[in-house]
């Protein structure tokens, strides 16, 4: 990756990668930048079907975020525990619903 590269990741998805106390991340800015774009897409891709679920079952929001929260950290994941609930409280920011 070039160093012309300049996504700007939020400072909550670079505490996924950095270690406390310090401040440098735990991963290559690469791999962080990688797995930012994939979350970030994935919580984007998540509002659509988020906001039929909601409709068509009647259900909380939280019962939704909850139920994205269980598909994302189902056998077989991509994402880790911490991604996942990252990609939840971005997805409830996307939509303006109160996080979990």
Known sequence: MSDDY???IPQSFMALYTDAGRGKPNAQ?????????LCEDMANMLTGPA???????GIA??????RCLRGLHADGAVFSPD??????RRL????DWPRL
């Open 61 to 66: 929001e939280s019962d939704v975020l909850q």
């Open 51 to 57: 906001r039929d679920t909601l409709f068509e079952l």
């Open 83 to 88: 991604e996942s609930q990252w990609v939840v």
């Open 6 to 8: 300049q996504i700007e």
């Open 29 to 37: 800015r690469s791999v962080v930048a990688g797995r930012y774009e």
């Open 92 to 95: 409830a920011e996307l939509l």
